[in-house]
């Protein structure tokens, strides 16, 4: 039988994360209501017969960005062209854009067919219980009372397009710590932790200074609650990689950071922690 694939509508993407949790992606609790904020026809459906059989994210940022995640077959329809039929659906959605992906490093020969260049590697640190002594500088978001439009605009300079929407409701999702750390001249830095089916995560966490960066990361480590807490870092960026391995974190799982067109010119050496592999 045919595919039809359709747009998710946002009450529906929980069964995309349902899928993203059977494959061991780990994602977070709230994670349905924030990446419908970001684009709330982002996420297509595929179906036959009217059953839900696989989905892919082609999540649209400003008129010149795009990221695609989420890309997943049922067991029982791989190997069918299902799979093909929603990449070129998701790839027709972004077209005209620069499109980034994190993708399964096995799987770079085939995103290279369809015009994506490596960049870089991404790697999730993770640990059941990181040790890192506790900084009390910080500033909780809410607390503080820090507009939107200061947040987004140093969001921004360390991801390809604007993103308030998605900002405005990953800070205040519920059980989500945002914590900054404030300079003289403005922010220097700002970090996220948020549940998720297995433990925290931290992302993003974004520092003008590897010390800035240290300050968050363990004030949000010491806000995190029982479990393991993982990190997902560019490779390039050997004072985040050291800063994990500090806190006692391992490598867990990696990613291809591709693109389709110019890729961005971000700061890595300022990335210390990326706000998700799905979602960029």
């Known amino acids: 039988m045919s595919l039809t694939i359709r747009s998710m509508a946002p009450d529906e993407i929980s069964l995309a994360l349902d899928w993203a949790a059977a494959e061991g992606w780990n994602p977070g609790l709230a994670d349905a209501e924030c990446f419908a904020a970001a684009d709330p026809a982002g996420f297509l459906l595929g179906e036959i017969a009217g059953e839900a059989v696989g989905c892919i994210s082609a999540t649209r940022y400003g008129t010149d960005f795009g990221f695609i995640g989420f890309y997943i077959m049922r067991p029982g329809f791989r190997g069918m062209g299902h799979g093909m039929a929603l990449w070129r659906a998701a790839m027709a959605r972004l077209e005209g854009r620069v499109i980034g992906l994190d993708g399964v490093v096995a799987q770079q020969a085939n995103y290279r067919k369809s015009g994506f260049a490596l960049l870089h590697r991404n790697i999730r640190y993770g640990a059941a219980a990181p040790l890192i002594p506790p900084f009390k500088g910080t500033v909780p978001i809410a607390a503080a009372s820090l507009p939107l439009s200061q947040l987004a605009a140093f969001d921004q300079r360390f991801f390809p397009a604007a993103r308030e929407g998605f900002l405005r409701q990953w800070l205040a999702a519920p059980g989500h710590i945002g914590l900054a750390l404030p300079?003289?001249?403005?922010?220097?830095?700002?970090?996220?932790?948020?549940?998720?089916?297995?433990?925290?995560?931290?992302?993003?966490?974004?520092?003008?200074?590897?010390?800035?960066?240290?300050?968050?990361?363990?004030?949000?480590?010491?806000?995190?609650?029982?479990?393991?807490?993982?990190?997902?870092?560019?490779?390039?960026?050997?004072?985040?990689?050291?800063?994990?391995?500090?806190?006692?974190?391992?490598?867990?799982?990696?990613?291809?950071?591709?693109?389709?067109?110019?890729?961005?010119?971000?700061?890595?050496a300022q990335i210390y922690g990326i706000t998700s592999f799905e979602l960029g």
């Open 183 to 268: 300079g003289k001249d403005g922010l220097q830095a700002l970090g996220v932790l948020r549940p998720c089916r297995e433990g925290s995560k931290i992302g993003p966490l974004f520092a003008e200074t590897p010390e800035a960066a240290r300050k968050v990361f363990a004030a949000l480590l010491a806000e995190a609650p029982a479990g393991p807490v993982f990190l997902d870092v560019p490779e390039p960026n050997a004072a985040a990689i050291a800063m994990a391995r500090e806190a006692g974190m391992t490598p867990a799982f990696e990613t291809a950071r591709m693109y389709a067109g110019k890729a961005p010119d971000l700061p890595l």
